[in-house]
């Protein structure tokens, strides 16, 4: 095949067998195993001559039905990882195929103006200032990289140093505040930023890792008024669980620290009267991340970043060059408020699906959730050889596999080696964990398609192969 424009032809063609493969796919996602039995070819060499465009897509697609995991599906409750809602899909096949430069307004009025009003709609949902400063992002993790990118800013301008301009150079440790609940992404991030993975400081009052309030506020006092940042889990992975976000507030508020909210999937919980008390004080934080290919149930990859002071996050990111020209300070930059400043539209998806669901539609499906959820955990209570290891106050079980007569130092290797087999069994999909101190299961429900069918299978599969297991294991009588 020579130069790519002998294929034009092939392009009508090419999308309308993507379409069916993709309805094909789709009809099948509500049942089919979660993971293909399907493995990858062995790597071959970069081809000399190409072979068009329909023969590669049809390669992929009968590669993608043998190996891709059905992570849109109902079924699939690893990595608190969400669905595509059927208005965020049909807008990505469109960001795709306008393939828009959502760099500046010049690059794109129609991307740049759906991501500002989007980002609006997002504020609205989840209680945030309508003047906060906002940019989309690509997940949590580059939403943990701007707000904490903004606070190290604000952190040394309170010693009179530009680092973004200057650097570290001369400057004492940045101190860092968390939880137990303190997420992998946001100590990346840290890593990242220069400030250091081992810098935070983690205040715990049990194994959990709950946050000791008392001991954070004594930790800000013992720092004489010098400035630092506290990082606040908005939804702890393994269980759904939060820093008491008002009480971290206050103390930030008071000692002059910069408050920084990872609420990658948690902060859905303001959609909801049932579960918005777990948000209180969101709207006195500094910034704030979340992720929209979680309870969003937008396409990968999609999150958000909001940052309190406009000045101080476009300082963190601002790349002026003579050929990107000037924007009017009423039009935002949003690829001078993030790392990237090669942007695809990722806005169309995220406004598509708040325009198709609205307020309710969210609510209404946050709170089939939190129903699914707790039907989760009685049945963890319900069955004897389940035991459950937290409270479940949002979307998220905790609990292992605990048959009787099996001692607590067996228990480890039990459910690592049962959390194998799930994951191989393809039922339903989710790995193991270590909460206080224990493997343990974390099946995360925020799909949009999940239902009570779907979350009956969860139980049912860990009680099956671990009877298996232990039968397997049992010495021979």
């Avoid at 429900?445 to 397997?472: F, H, K, Q």
Wanted: proline share 6%; charged share 20%.
């Amino acid at each position: 095949m020579p130069d790519p424009i002998s294929d034009r032809g092939e392009l009508n063609e090419v999308l309308r067998l993507v379409q069916r493969e993709a309805e094909a796919y789709l009809d099948g996602i509500d049942t089919a195993p979660v993971r293909p039995p399907g493995g990858l070819e062995p790597e071959a060499a970069l081809p000399s001559d190409g072979v068009g465009s329909l023969q590669a897509i049809s390669e992929l697609i009968a590669a993608s039905v043998d190996g891709a995991t059905r992570s849109t599906g109902p079924r699939y409750f690893h990595y608190v990882t969400g669905g595509v809602t059927p208005a965020a899909l049909g807008a990505d096949w469109l960001a795709s195929t306008l393939d828009q430069h959502a760099y500046n307004w010049v690059g794109s009025p129609f991307a740049s103006r759906l991501e500002q009003i989007s980002l609006g709609w997002l504020k609205d949902l989840f209680g945030i200032p309508a003047a906060w400063s906002a940019v989309l992002t690509t997940g949590a993790t580059a939403s943990n990289f701007v707000g904490l990118a903004a606070a190290r800013r604000w952190w040394g301008l309170k010693h009179e140093v530009d680092i973004d301009s200057e650097g570290f150079a001369g400057l004492p440790p940045l101190p860092v505040f968390a939880s137990g609940y303190l997420h992998a992404s946001a100590v990346k991030a840290l890593g990242m930023l220069g400030i250091g993975r081992r810098q935070p400081r983690i205040l715990t009052r049990d194994a959990a890792g709950r946050l000791d309030v008392a001991a954070l506020a004594a930790a800000l006092d013992g720092l004489g008024g010098k400035p630092a940042i506290v990082i606040a889990t908005a939804g702890d992975v393994n269980t759904g669980d939060f820093d008491p976000l008002a009480e971290v507030a206050e103390l930030a508020g008071a000692h002059g620290a910069w408050m920084h909210v990872d609420g990658a999937f948690g902060l859905f919980a303001a959609t909801s009267p049932q579960t918005r008390h777990l948000v209180r004080g969101i709207e006195a934080a500094d910034s704030v991340a979340v992720d929209g290919h979680k309870w969003l149930n937008v396409p990968y990859e999609s999150g958000f970043a909001f940052v309190r002071d406009p000045v101080v996050h476009a300082g963190a990111f601002s790349a002026p060059a003579a050929y990107l020209g000037t924007e009017a300070t009423a039009r935002p930059v949003f690829g001078n408020l993030s790392p990237e400043m090669s942007r695809r539209a990722r806005a169309l998806p995220v406004w598509a699906t708040l325009r198709a669901y609205g307020r309710e539609g969210y609510r209404a499906m946050v709170e089939r959730h939190l129903r699914l959820a707790q039907r989760v955990a009685r049945q963890v209570d319900e069955s004897p050889d389940l035991e459950r290891l937290a409270d479940v106050p949002l979307n998220v079980v905790c609990f292992r596999f605990h048959p009787p007569g099996v001692a607590e130092n067996e228990l480890h290797n039990l459910n690592r080696t049962l959390g194998e087999l799930i994951l191989e069994d393809g039922r339903v999909y989710f790995g193991t964990t270590d909460y206080a101190g224990k493997v343990a299961f974390r099946p995360a429900i925020v799909n949009w398609r999940t239902g009570e069918d779907d979350v009956d299978l969860i139980v049912r599969v860990v009680r099956e192969l671990g009877a298996r297991l232990v039968g397997s294991t049992a010495p021979a009588g």
